[in-house]
């Protein structure tokens, strides 16, 4: 399963080759987050003003199929550019865990819903909760629904 357009590898070098090593090995290899063992997904979407494709590796955080996506860019004081992506093409979106990439649709999540998520997320990857400390804004969280 593929989207359609020009790919455009992402402007983190160890990202873009995390992605092209996880891709390579059908999810075998570059599968965790450094040398953490912290599974990844790989999540292909559509740039929001470019429209090129556009790849990036998040926590992989899991609950009875469905996934949620923590924009925190490491506590930065913006939110990462895919985010943006994601809220204008919900449902161009390709979530890889494991051999191939699968179609999702993509929703921002807020309230109790975020918070049940949130502590989904912080249990896989504590440091999330750092993250939140070190900016003022509320890092979004978005849920990934398998799309038929
Ligand atoms: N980032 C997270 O936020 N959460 C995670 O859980 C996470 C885990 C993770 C695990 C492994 C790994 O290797 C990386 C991980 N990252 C995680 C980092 C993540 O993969 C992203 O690199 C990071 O979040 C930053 O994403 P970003 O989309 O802000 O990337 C920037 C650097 C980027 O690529 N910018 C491009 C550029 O040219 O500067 C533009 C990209 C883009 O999408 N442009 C849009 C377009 O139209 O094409 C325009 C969007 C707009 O509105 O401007």
């Not at 923590?70 to 994601?86: C, F, Q, R």
């Amino acid at each position: 399963m593929t989207l359609e357009g020009e790919y455009e590898p992402s402007a983190h070098e160890w990202v873009r080759n995390q992605v092209a090593e996880y891709e390579a090995s059908g999810g075998t290899r570059a599968n965790t987050l450094l040398d953490t063992g912290i599974p990844i997904v790989v999540v292909t979407m559509r740039g929001a003003k470019s429209g090129k494709i556009r790849k990036i590796a998040l926590m992989r955080v899991e609950h009875e199929g469905e996934y949620a996506f923590v924009a925190s860019a490491g506590g930065a004081p913006k939110h990462p550019v895919w985010y943006h992506n994601l809220l204008r093409h919900p449902d161009e979106v390709l979530l890889q865990d494991g051999p191939e990439p699968a179609p999702v649709t993509v929703r921002e999540i807020t309230g109790a819903e975020r918070e049940m998520w949130w502590s989904r997320a912080v249990s896989v990857y504590p440091p999330y909760e750092e993250y939140q400390s070190r900016t003022d804004r509320q890092i979004p969280v978005l849920v990934a629904s398998c799309r038929g």
